[in-house]
């Protein structure tokens, strides 16, 4: 049975599932990824309408993304071009997102292989992942 991990991309740098869960198929995988995603919003719609959930199989392969606009049930009343207008804008900016996120995340390397360059005292993490990248 196939083992799958999420990752969720928020406002930061996201959050990885490292245990995942078992299941026998993508389908029910997406089915408990939508779920997840449903609850993740809970009320608070609006501020993570742009967020999205990754779902990887074992073999570290992505299966699928599920942006949270799409399975935004509030929604739900617009006619279908305002709605897609709506997943569209998500989905925009949270390319910005990642794209802010790649930047903080070059600049902390770049900052911490100069200082390491210089003999001083560098940033190695955030949050437990290591800021220089290995070479391997």
Known sequence: ????????????NGVEDDSGINLPNA?????????????????RELSTRYWRLDVYED??????EIPFATVDQTLDH???EYR?????????IRSLK???????????ESQS?????RGKPYLAAVRGRKVIRDDS
Request: net charge neutral.
């Open 59 to 64: 073999n570290g392969e992505k299966v699928f």
């Open 98 to 108: 990642d794209v802010y996120c790649d930047a903080v995340l070059i600049q902390q």
């Open 78 to 80: 617009l006619r279908p």
């Open 27 to 43: 389908e029910l995988a997406h089915s408990y990824a939508c779920d997840v995603v449903r609850q993740l919003m809970g009320h």
């Open 84 to 92: 897609v207008a709506v997943e569209r804008c998500a989905q925009r």
């Open 1 to 12: 049975m196939p083992r799958y991990t999420f990752k969720l991309r928020d406002d930061d």
């Open 113 to 117: 292989l100069i200082a390491r360059s």
